[in-house]
């Protein structure tokens, strides 16, 4: 494969990435106010609900406005958001997995996903150093990095 199709192929891969974690955690973020998909709540670690100086419900909703401004950042910084997903998808599968064990099949999917994120800050740091050292190579200026 020659060089501009795998730098396509690569910004086809990111663009999916960047769609997939600038989406999934808005819908989920604002899904903690609505709880249309699931009661939020129920996978909350008891001994950690015990430990808020507030309900369980006013948690998921701070958690809710955290999950919304993530996705907000893969979109606006995408290697830094991606990141940060990463790192909340992590949190969220040690919750799981504390919890007693009760949700290890979601707790394997969130660490997935952590993957898929890491995937994307890798792809947008390769993307971008590829179009940097291209330019440079050409004598034009880089353009501004997304990150």
Not at 10 to 30: D, E, K, Q, S, W
Not at 57 to 76: K, P, R
Not at 121 to 129: F, G, R
Request: no cysteine.
């Amino acid at each position: 494969m020659d060089t501009v199709a795998q730098n396509q192929t690569l910004h086809h891969v990111r663009t999916t990435l960047r769609l997939t974690y600038g989406i999934l955690p808005i819908v989920a973020g604002l899904d903690k106010f609505t709880n249309l998909l699931t009661d939020w709540e129920k996978y909350l670690n008891p001994t950690v609900a015990e430990m808020l100086p507030f309900s369980p419900h006013t948690f998921m909703l701070i958690v809710g406005v955290i999950e919304i401004i993530a996705g907000v950042l893969v979109f606006v910084k995408p290697r830094i958001g991606a990141y940060v997903v990463m790192a909340w998808l992590i949190g969220i599968a040690l919750n799981l997995i504390l919890s007693g064990g009760l949700y290890l099949d979601i707790a394997v999917r969130d660490l997935v996903m952590a993957i898929g994120a890491f995937t994307l800050a890798k792809v947008t740091e390769a993307t971008t150093e590829t179009s940097h050292f291209k330019a440079n190579i050409q004598g034009r200026p880089a353009a501004t990095p997304l990150y």
